[in-house]
T-cell receptor, first 115, second 111 residues
Framework: NAGVMQNPRHLVRRRGQEARLRCSPM?????VYWYRQLPEEGLKFMVY????????ESGMPKERFSAEFPKEGPSILRIQQVVRGDSAAYFC?????????????FGPGTRLTVL | DAKTTQPNSMESNEEEPVHLPCNHS???????IHWYRQLPSQGPEYVIH???SNVNNRMASLAIAEDRKSSTLILHRATLRDAAVYYC????????????FGKGITLSVRP
């Protein structure tokens, strides 16, 4: 059973370009979470999605950032018009559902560098 | 969300037990205590969780104080691979399932 897959593992973009980060959850998991880790800082929650629904986007910047988890295919975190401050590691996690026992399984992350 | 406080760092010798403390004095009755760790350049990894009783699994043990205001993650025999940042997180059951990470405690293991 493959773990959470994220691609690309490393992404370089110039200021003003778009970045698309993909996350394939573990088989059977319908809950996806995105977290961001800025250099020398802790992990911060961004958004929580279930299939075709955004459940909690309280950690998402109001502009330029969007996320989706379609019925088919991976979850996508999209950053439009990237700026240098978007350079960070972006981690995706999945779980089978809510509840105290539903641990989150994390992917290896996508390291975004904005030039 | 209730907060947790952890020391910034701790050092241990290889093959010795390690006790990582966590204070959560404002914990509520529905908060579970979760521990995750993050090895260098990797994503976080679930370690263990509990509510009131002590818990054991293949990775570690979790000792929870009777008043639940503190807990201790116990690694029975530290290895070099256990060097990581360990996060103690409170997670309310039934509510949104996001994890709120603090600064964690950085564990160094000496050979």
């Amino acid at each position: 059973n493959a773990g959470v897959m994220q691609n690309p593992r490393h992404l370089v973009r110039r200021r003003g370009q778009e970045a698309r980060l993909r996350c394939s959850p573990m088989k059977g998991h319908s809950h996806v979470y995105w977290y961001r880790q800025l250099p020398e800082e802790g992990l911060k929650f961004m958004v929580y999605l279930q299939k075709e629904n955004i459940i909690d986007e309280s950690g998402m910047p109001k502009e330029r950032f969007s996320a989706e988890f379609p019925k088919e295919g991976p979850s996508i975190l999209r950053i439009q018009q990237v700026v240098r401050g978007d350079s960070a590691a972006y981690f995706c996690a999945s779980s089978p559902g809510q509840g105290e026992g539903n641990e989150q399984f994390f992917g290896p992350g996508t390291r975004l560098t904005v030039l | 969300d209730a907060k947790t406080t952890q020391p910034n760092s701790m050092e241990s010798n290889e093959e010795e037990p390690v006790h990582l403390p966590c204070n959560h004095s404002t914990i509520s009755g529905t908060d579970y205590i979760h521990w995750y760790r993050q090895l260098p350049s990797q994503g976080p990894e679930y370690v263990i969780h509990g509510l009131t009783s002590n818990v054991n699994n293949r990775m570690a043990s979790l000792a929870i104080a009777e008043d639940r205001k503190s807990s201790t993650l116990i690694l029975h025999r530290a290895t070099l691979r256990d060097a990581a940042v360990y996060y103690c997180i409170l997670r309310r059951t039934g509510a949104n399932s996001k994890l709120t990470f603090g600064k964690g405690i950085t564990l160094s293991v000496r050979p």
